[in-house]
């Protein structure tokens, strides 16, 4: 046992640095001096230990995500197709069949002809001819997809995915084009369905790409300067003249979502306008070619979150964003400055400028009034409280949580200025305020977005006119971004026609203003109104100046805003509507401006007001939901499939059972004093 042995404890005179042998040739001070080197080593040691630091918490955060999410994935990818289903039966119960299988088992087929005709940002882009800096890209998509582009080459993107500034047309040698077919607009991104689910469901009925048609463009442009640039305009006449003729005559059912609806009410005053303006189809070529338009989410009069995005590139959850992380969207760090290049970029888009509220204060309101005036904010809560209100206070309780929202004021500098008495309001003219010195030429060169040309004196004008309504709104575009109002008023107008008959209305730029047009001469077409209701949707906002900067956009919604009794939320004032577009845009025209014979539909078209009240999915493997009433996430909205199919299939309004109406649409309309 010598190993045992030799492991005695030591005497107590000895240091543990006694147990080692020393070297040969080391004299007892050599061996004193590395016993008193030894200590300092060791606390040399202690300090060098690298110290735990957010850097490396953030790391590991990502990393923990990555491999969550790949872990995710592969499990996602083994498991039976059937599984989620199976789990999700499981907890909700027997799911319902889908509106194509459950028609397909009443006897259901295909008959007319399906058009669609995708929105603003749905439709799918890709690059044809580009810089440098785009090498490789050769139609691969630059707006769609992965998005790829954007993380690798962020500035690259911005460029082409831009327009002139001046013309509105393509920017020297870049040429970005719209996919063509169903694959243009079915997937948003991988996983995020627009009109994939729709497809999915006629295909189920006997549809199939010979009877349906993706009425692709690009969205960017104006209306009118797609068929300018591209011919879209002709592509589409011809594409359902070709599919009426190949379908025994039947007439084809139009689907636009979104701006589309826009879009293809220009396209139905151009198909029968002489040429070389017009198609040339004569004025009965809708009659004979449409059955029914069924607009889906359709902005007709125009959003207010255009106004948002057109004057400071933010809606609600951007200015939630900047408000919660301040600064880092606009600074100058790694040359950021997300918000300006948004901006810049999205000031090149004409088509925005086609959802600008139309009608003025006439439909929107001004200081003191709106059709909207009274709204409550929650609509579960108006339905839950409605006997008590009337039992204990009267009807008029339930109108006065929300007297001191004043809608009509689209933009109030100042929660005091929204709630203010006009009376007390102290307003100086903006118009022709001296805007001051330009920097664009100079440290903002790359981020110009005109408002460094107005200097602040222009800046602090606007802010003391203080509030603006629908119809002062277009004096202030004009007066922040004149390049862009210029080419914007030239293909789009804003106002309530006097006299329809006045040869001045022939300009296309009126034809997608459905208060300054006339709608075909086609009295056995029929026009739905097809939108979500029940969600909380931006109709007026409170700004502030933003803190200065050198490459900044003065100003930004004030998130700090807010008032439970106003629908007043992190500086933005809600209505009811579908998260993007309020009731009164969606459904006023179907309501009572198109309704029976008017001086807008004099031919007495039929039209139907179909709403769908939203409801959340129930858990997250329900997806977005089957009974969604958001602007894209009702694409998915079982109801409004199944009316779709129905009438694609051959039937009418009437046989949908008419108008199906959650809100308060009639009675909003009602208030709105419009020669008709």
């Known amino acids: ?80 197709a059937s599984f989620p289903q199976y789990v999700t039966e499981a907890i909700t119960g027997p799911l319902p069949d889908p509106p194509g ?26 690059l044809w001819e580009g810089h440098q800096c785009a090498e490789g890209l050769f139609r691969k998509r630059l707006w769609g997809g992965t998005f790829g582009e954007v993380y690798k080459r962020p500035l690259c993107w911005v460029e ?37 689910v729709l497809i999915a469901n006629l295909a189920r009925i006997g549809y199939e790409e010979k009877t349906m048609y993706m009425a692709a463009y690009d969205w960017r442009l104006s209306f009118q300067n797609t068929e300018v640039r591209d011919q879209t305009l002709r592509h589409i006449k011809s594409h359902i003249e070709l599919m009426v ?19 293809f009410l220009h396209f ?45 590139a933010e809606a609600k959850d951007i200015a939630v964003a900047r408000a919660i992380a301040p600064g880092f969207l606009e600074n100058d760090k790694f040359s950021l400055q997300t918000l300006q290049y948004v901006m810049k970029m999205s000031r090149t888009w004409d088509s ?81 305020a001296v805007k001051g010195h330009s920097v664009a030429n100079t440290t903002c060169r790359d981020v110009w977005t005109e408002y460094h040309d107005m200097g602040p004196g222009g800046i602090k004008a606007v802010a003391e006119y203080k509030v603006y309504t629908a119809e002062s709104i277009l004096d202030l575009l004009h007066f922040v971004a004149p390049k862009m109002m210029t080419r914007g008023t030239a293909h789009f107008s804003y106002g309530i026609a006097d006299n329809l008959d006045d040869p001045k209305y022939q300009h296309y730029k009126y034809w997608s203003n459905p208060l300054e047009t006339k709608l075909p001469n086609a009295p056995e077409m029929e026009i739905f109104s097809l939108y979500g209701v029940g969600i909380p949707t931006e109709r007026a906002y409170v700004y502030k100046l933003s803190p200065g900067g050198e490459c900044y956009i003065p100003f930004q919604i004030d998130t700090s805003a807010d008032d439970d009794n106003s629908c007043l939320r992190d500086g933005v004032y809600s209505v009811d509507g579908d998260e993007t577009v309020p009731v009164l845009s969606s459904g006023f025209m179907c309501a009572k401006g198109w309704r029976g014979k008017t001086r807008f ?71 709105i004093d419009l020669q008709l």
């Open 1 to 80: 046992m010598p190993l045992i042995r030799r492991r005695k404890p030591s005497e107590p005179s000895k240091t543990p640095a006694s147990d080692s042998k020393p070297q040969k040739g080391t004299s007892e001070g050599e061996d004193e001096d590395d016993k008193n080197k030894k200590p300092p080593l060791k606390s040399k040691k202690l300090e060098e230990k690298p110290r735990w630091s957010c850097v490396d918490s953030c790391c590991w955060f990502i990393g923990c995500v990555c491999v969550t999410w790949w872990v995710l994935l592969f499990l996602y990818n083994a498991m039976p």
């Open 101 to 126: 299988e459950k028609l397909r088992k009443e006897g259901l087929t295909a008959k007319h002809p399906v058009v669609f005709v995708p929105g603003i940002v749905t439709g799918g882009l890709e």
């Open 160 to 196: 082409h995915m831009s327009l002139d500034n001046e013309t509105g047309l393509d920017p020297s040698s870049i040429r970005v084009r719209p996919v063509t077919g169903l694959v243009a607009a079915d997937y948003f991104a991988p996983g995020y369905f627009v009109w994939a």
């Open 245 to 263: 003729a190949t379908n025994g005559g039947k007439r084809a059912v139009v689907i636009p979502h979104s701006m589309g609806v826009l879009y």
């Open 268 to 312: 139905m005053k151009w198909v029968e306008a002489p040429a070389p303006m017009g198609g040339g189809g004569g004025p009965d070529w809708c009659a004979k070619h449409i059955k029914a338009v069924m607009n889906i989410g359709g902005p007709f009069l125009g959003v207010p979150k255009a106004i948002a995005g057109l004057f400071s």
């Open 352 to 432: 925005t400028m086609s959802m600008i509220p139309k009608g003025g204060d006439t439909i929107w309101g001004d200081l003191d009034w709106s059709p909207e005036d009274g709204y409550v904010c929650s609509r579960k809560r108006e339905k839950s409280n409605e006997t008590q209100i009337v039992r204990e206070a009267g009807p008029e309780s339930a109108v006065s949580q929300a007297k001191s929202a004043n809608y009509g004021r689209i933009i109030s500098f100042g929660k005091e200025v929204a709630e203010a008495p006009s009376s007390e309001i102290e307003r100086i003219d903006f118009r022709g």
């Open 601 to 671: 539909n004099p031919s007495g078209l039929r039209t139907y007001i179909r709403e769908y009240s939203h409801s959340p999915p129930a858990n997250l493997l329900e997806g977005r939901g089957t009974q969604s009433g958001a602007h894209v996430d009702m694409m998915g909205n079982f109801a409004l499939i199944e009316d779709i199919i129905r009438v694609a299939a051959g039937a009418s309004g009437e046989d949908l059972g008419g108008d199906q109406v959650y809100s308060d649409i009639f009675k909003w309309s009602d208030k």
